[in-house]
C-alpha cells in the first residue's frame, strides 16, 4: 500500500509563491511517474504538472506553463510542485498521486494512488 501526504499549502497573496511537498512511502517509488493535480471550487480535478520516474522529463497544463515546477527527488521519496506569480485562479485543493506508469499522463485515470490534498488559496 502506497500513502501519499502532501503539504505546503496556505493562504498567500496574490503574486506570492508557495511549495508543495508529497512525501510517499514505499520501496518503489522511483519506478513510477508522478503528477500533480487540483479541484478548485465548483469545478472537477485537473491536470497540472507531471513528472517522469526519473526526473528527466516534466509536463505542464497551459494555465502553469512558465510559473509552475516540478521536480522530485527519489532518495527521499518526495514530489514537489513549485508554484510561482500565484493568481487567484490558482485557489484550488491541490492533490499529488502515482502515476500507473514511469512515464506518466495527464489523465487522472491514469494515476492509482492519490493523496488527501492541501489547500491553496490565494487572495487577490
Known amino acids: 500500500q502506497v500513502q501519499l501526504v502532501e503539504s505546503g499549502g496556505g493562504l498567500v497573496q496574490a503574486g506570492g509563491s508557495l511549495r508543495l511537498s508529497c512525501a510517499a512511502s514505499?520501496?518503489?517509488?522511483?519506478?513510477?511517474?508522478m503528477g500533480w493535480f487540483r479541484q478548485p471550487p465548483r469545478k472537477e480535478r485537473e491536470f497540472v504538472a507531471a513528472?517522469?520516474?526519473?526526473?528527466?522529463?516534466?509536463y505542464y497544463a497551459d494555465s502553469v506553463k512558465g510559473r509552475d515546477t516540478i521536480s522530485r527527488d527519489n532518495a527521499k521519496n518526495t514530489v514537489y510542485l513549485q508554484m510561482n506569480s500565484l493568481k487567484p485562479d490558482d485557489t484550488a485543493i491541490y492533490y499529488c498521486?502515482?502515476?500507473?506508469?514511469?512515464?506518466?499522463?495527464?489523465?487522472?485515470?491514469?494515476?492509482?494512488?492519490w493523496g488527501q490534498g492541501t489547500q491553496v488559496t490565494v487572495s487577490s
Open positions: 498521486a502515482r502515476s500507473l506508469r514511469s512515464i506518466p499522463s495527464t489523465q487522472a485515470r491514469n494515476y492509482d494512488y
Open positions: 514505499g520501496r518503489t517509488f522511483s519506478r513510477f511517474g
Open positions: 513528472i517522469t520516474w526519473d526526473g528527466g522529463n516534466s
